[in-house]
């Protein structure tokens, strides 16, 4: 499958062979460091956690000064494969996509369902577009513009205590004021800890 995307979108994916030598690189240039830089890691981790805690103490708790800013989207001509991609590389539950004028989430289930177990249909609806695969079936997360879409001026305490818990993960778009159909940002309950 990977040799198959890598064909029919050179631009987009790399061949097995490229990803490959670069894994194994990687790899065996970690051998070299292990369990150092395994520890090394978890404490810079969390001497970020420290500074970003004291960077923000004075900071005002709007939408716009903790949202990110630079929100990977997808597009509706996009492979769905592309959106897959994205999902597994940066371990996200939703992509945003801009649909008939309405904000969508593709999601890691929806994704899943509509991708299935069978070989062949996955090869073939990886290959659809993200408008495609919504029109034949691919279950995704309309978003309403009163509910779900933020503003990056509103504050905090506001979009938590309008908030309900639910099941799973969720996250907010943040529009632009002055074009709905762009984003400002995503925000989820991640970065609000």
Not at 69 to 90: C, D, F, G, K
Not at 112 to 126: H, Q
Not at 162 to 190: C, E, I, N, Y
Request: hydrophobic letters at 45%.
């Amino acid at each position: 499958m990977l040799t198959q995307l890598a064909a029919d979108f050179p631009s987009r994916f790399k061949s097995f062979e490229a990803l490959y030598r670069t894994v194994q690189t990687a790899r065996n240039d970690a051998m070299h460091i292990g369990a150092y830089a395994r520890h090394a890691t978890e404490a810079a981790i969390e001497l970020c956690i420290g500074l970003e805690e004291a960077l923000m103490a004075d900071v005002e708790r709007t939408v716009g000064n903790v949202m990110v800013t630079s929100p990977m989207t997808v597009e509706p001509w996009q492979p769905v494969a592309h959106a897959r991609q994205l999902m597994l590389m940066h371990s996200f539950s939703f992509l945003p996509v801009r649909l008939n004028a309405s904000w969508w989430l593709v999601s890691e289930l929806g994704l899943a369902k509509f991708l299935g177990v069978n070989g062949e249909t996955k090869r073939a609806n990886l290959g659809m577009t993200i408008q495609a695969a919504k029109s034949t079936g691919m279950e995704m997360v309309e978003l309403n513009d009163e509910d779900d879409l933020l503003r990056a001026d509103m504050p905090i305490a506001d979009v938590l205590q309008r908030s309900k818990v639910q099941d799973g993960p969720m996250l907010w778009l943040v529009v632009d004021d002055t074009h709905p159909d762009h984003l400002a940002g995503v925000l989820s309950p991640f970065e609000l800890m």
